[in-house]
């Protein structure tokens, strides 16, 4: 199809409007208007939101009880109950590292439903019951607590969860389902947990639960479109043109590519792996640790060692050995009726009362003479601990990692009160049952990462990277978009509206104070210009010529101050209703 043809099909397109999205009220919950929303609740006050269209409500302090009524509750929860698919949606403004509810329906101590957001930790929560009455807790590491304005959705559809911020698709997870058999006298919350715990601190906006599984679609109705607006048809077209540009310079590069790749044709390249500075060739085996390693293209790929239970003699019992990843049998000696290894200690004391140390050599107990006193400890006696495998003692706390440990690969010692023992890094898992040697964990090839679409999971020693696909630039740790127009300035939003970037896109809203569809906003007066003002920004007044003040409520006309002679030139009425000339 060439260029003119698709401008005459997107025309076409262009003079169809693109249906709205709308929502059957009886699917829908309005928590403001059920809860008659700033008659009598401390803490809450009404302020202007993210838009002019409906209420928003500042929630402060951490004495209000902003709780539904008793017959209030049952009306919102009826809705709700027996239902797997409905969704969750509000427009906010957390104060910056608040962790808050945003709303909670329980009973007693079971939270069947609870949204919220901690700034402290940077998630999202989602609280619920399955069907086995089971308490679950959905952690979506997001940090909506910045002290800007989110719209935020979680759909839920049996098992599926969608969370979608600012109408981008930020995580989609299987779980196990809720379960919404709620109780007739559950209660209904907002801003908070109870009227002791989880106060939210910040603007709410637009606060409902949408019993249907796409509610998102009302609260970002783009993303429900299959067709395009005329909005969108010059961008439609500057992307052709700019993919006719890559495809030309992409064809000059793949000639150029093609000429080097005949030129190679008669060579051989081995691809080697390096590890700990030593070099290994296409095929070549070693053993790291308690893992089989092989190169293979140029690439380490390791497999834990396979360690049979070993068959022991009489006289001998499995022990770890040091610089061998298997136990292997050692000679044992018999000391008070238990089994010691080769090397082990055992402290006793005679009649007397004095310590005698012995250790295990040829499967006979010798005595150990020490070669120097006992140090002096600095602790009280209250504070000094009896070893089994020393006769000097030791003070509260000692540092028994810095005299040696077995720790080897990617394991940390760390002090007990009598001992120490080894734990594997973070990221890692044990090989064997002592945790002297832990191998990597593989978040990506197991799933247990957070990278979203446009990104491929890397793994990393002990952690996980989310990298962009070529051609996509980031938007968080976990997620990346095919460019950002907002920032760019490739967006079509008027001046006084807000730009939000999406995957794929983005979306206009208009700033407080206006109203419009976000590429068209207006100022809004609230009625306020009196004959024949124009309202030019939000409560400023444009007046008609012989009109001043604030409203251009004044008639200069018939006002005492009316200057005796001179023509009558236009003012402005600002803020303090002052006089000036425009």
């Known amino acids: 199809m060439g260029l003119l043809q698709l401008f005459l099909v997107l025309g076409i397109f262009c003079a169809s409007p693109v249906a709205g999205f709308g929502v059957d009220p009886a699917l829908r ?63 906010l403004k957390q104060d910056h590292l608040n962790s808050g509810v945003i709303l909670s329906i329980h009973h007693s101590e079971h939270r069947f439903l609870e949204l919220e957001s901690s700034g402290q930790r940077s998630e999202v929560r989602l609280h619920y019951r399955t069907k086995g009455q089971q308490a679950h807790t959905e952690v979506f590491p997001y940090s909506l607590a910045d002290d800007q304005w989110h719209k935020v959705s979680v759909a839920v559809s049996a098992s599926h969860i969608i969370l979608h911020v600012d109408c981008n698709r930020i995580y989609e997870r299987v779980v196990e389902a809720p379960y919404m058999d709620v109780p007739e006298d559950a209660s209904f919350w907002l801003g908070q947990r109870n009227a002791a715990h989880g106060f939210f601190k910040g603007v709410m906006q637009d606060v409902e639960i949408v019993v249907m599984p796409q509610g998102y679609i009302s609260q970002c109705p783009d993303l429900n479109r299959t067709c395009p ?86 006289a001998t019992a499995p022990a770890y050995v040091k610089g061998a990843c298997c136990k292997e049998c050692q000679p044992v000696c018999m000391f ?81 009160e009598a001992g120490d023992c080894c734990v594997c890094k973070d990221g890692f898992r044990p090989l064997r049952d002592d945790n002297a040697y832990c ?72 700033k407080p104070g206006y109203t419009g569809n976000g590429t068209v906003c207006k100022a809004m007066c609230d009625g306020l210009c009196q004959n024949g003002g124009t309202c030019v920004s939000p409560n400023n007044c444009v007046c008609q010529q012989g009109f001043t003040g604030k409203r251009c409520e004044t008639d200069l006309c018939h006002s005492s101050d009316t200057p005796p002679h001179g023509p009558i030139r236009p003012f402005v009425g600002g803020p303090s209703g002052d006089k000036r000339p425009s």
């Open 229 to 314: 607006t005329c909005n969108d048809f010059h961008g439609l077209v500057q992307k052709i043109m700019e993919l006719q540009d890559i495809l030309a310079k992409t064809s000059s590069k793949l000639s150029r590519a093609e000429e080097k790749m005949n030129g190679l044709d008669g060579c051989y390249c081995e691809r080697t792996c390096s590890v700990k500075g030593v070099v290994y060739r296409e095929d070549e085996g070693w053993t790291d640790g308690c893992r089989n390693c092989t190169c293979t293209n140029g690439t380490v790929q390791c497999e834990a060692v396979s360690c049979p239970p070993p068959q022991c003699p009489a």
């Open 29 to 91: 919950i309005s928590v403001f208007d059920e809860l008659t929303l700033g008659e009598g609740f401390d803490g809450v006050t009404q302020v202007q939101g993210f838009h002019s269209e409906s209420r928003a409500f500042h929630f402060q302090g951490s004495s209000r009880e902003v709780k539904a009524p008793a017959e209030v509750s049952e009306q919102m929860v009826h809705k709700l109950r027996g239902k797997n698919e409905f969704t969750v949606l509000v427009t």
């Open 336 to 416: 008070g009726g238990r089994e010691l290894v080769e090397a082990d200690r055992k402290a006793v004391r005679d009649s007397s009362g004095r310590c005698l140390l012995f250790e295990c050599r040829d499967r006979t107990m010798h005595r150990v003479v020490p070669s120097e006193p006992c140090p002096e400890l600095n602790c009280p006696e209250s504070e000094q601990i009896t070893l089994s495998d020393r006769c000097c003692k030791v003070c509260r706390g000692h540092d028994f990692c810095s005299e040696g440990h077995g720790c080897v690969e990617h394991s940390d010692c760390v002090n007990l």
């Open 439 to 510: 191998e990597d964990i593989d978040e990506c090839a197991e799933g247990k990462h957070y990278c979203r679409e446009n990104t491929m999971c890397v793994n990393t020693p002990g952690s996980f990277m989310c990298i962009c696909h070529t051609g996509y630039i980031r938007i968080d740790d976990y997620s990346c978009t095919e460019h950002d127009e907002c920032l760019s300035g490739l967006h079509n939003c008027d001046e006084n509206a807000l730009c939000f970037n999406m995957v794929g896109g983005h979306s206009c809203s208009c």
